[in-house]
């Protein structure tokens, strides 16, 4: 079965440079959320989008943003990139009608 | 609002065991609930989910969870641990918003 696809699986990057993660849904899922998972942390909730309109809004930093497309595909975009930003990085889906929460195995950012 | 509160960070079990992670929540609907394991370095995996109906929840692996309104908790449970049980399992709500997880309980499994 298809599943959630993110890119890429790690990703280093220095303080203050950008970065780009990519989530490719499951096909038919109307709902994409992104997480932000600290070391030894549970995941934090940053943001969703609903037929490819904002949804819900959680913790996420006024430096991320994030888009969805035509295709459903959604990219986070995560500007002036800090120390504390290194984390994984957790894109999920899921049908309106059915509410379990497919994940990806996520991106590991690493800002150094 | 919605919360979760896992008891115990750590949780130790022989090989053959009863495994049993606690889980409590605060929903201000009725909520569904969820069971994901995490291994070191991978995904959330899903377990098992309560929606609507039976009480008794079936996951993969053997785990097993009941939803008990009137304690407002949602326990996992497993009759005999096996070593490739070790992981994090995370406990998570959703009502009006978003999954909202708890912090995780790491279950270690010696032989």
């Known amino acids: 079965a298809a599943g959630v696809i993110q890119s890429p699986r790690h990703l280093i990057k220095e303080k203050r440079e950008t970065a780009t993660l990519k989530c490719y849904p499951i096909?038919?899922?109307?709902?994409v959320y992104w997480y932000q998972q600290g070391p030894g942390q549970d995941p934090q909730f940053l943001i969703s989008?609903?037929?490819?309109?904002?949804?819900d809004k959680g913790s996420i930093p006024d430096r991320f943003s994030a888009q969805q497309f035509s295709d459903y595909h959604s990219e986070l975009n995560m500007s002036s990139l800090e120390l504390g930003d290194s984390a994984l990085y957790f894109c999920?889906?899921?049908?309106?009608?059915?509410?379990?929460?497919?994940f990806g195995s996520g991106t590991r950012l690493t800002v150094v | 609002a919605q919360s979760v509160t896992q008891l115990g960070s750590h949780v130790s079990v022989s090989e053959g065991a009863l495994v049993l992670l606690r889980c409590n929540y605060s929903?201000?609907?009725?909520?569904?609930l969820f069971w994901y394991v995490q291994y070191p370095n991978q995904g959330l995996q899903l377990l098992l989910k309560y929606t609507t109906g039976a009480t008794l929840v079936k996951g993969i692996n053997g785990f097993e969870a009941e939803f008990k309104k009137s304690e407002t908790s949602f326990h996992l449970t497993k009759p005999s641990a096996h070593m490739s049980d070790a992981a994090e399992y995370f406990c998570a709500v959703k009502g009006y918003s978003t999954l909202t997880f708890g912090k995780g309980t790491m279950l270690l499994v010696s032989p």
């Open positions: 989008f609903y037929e490819k309109m904002q949804s």
């Open positions: 096909p038919r899922h109307d709902t």
């Open positions: 999920a889906s899921s049908e309106t009608s059915n509410y379990g929460y497919t």
């Open positions: 929903s201000s609907v009725p909520p569904y």
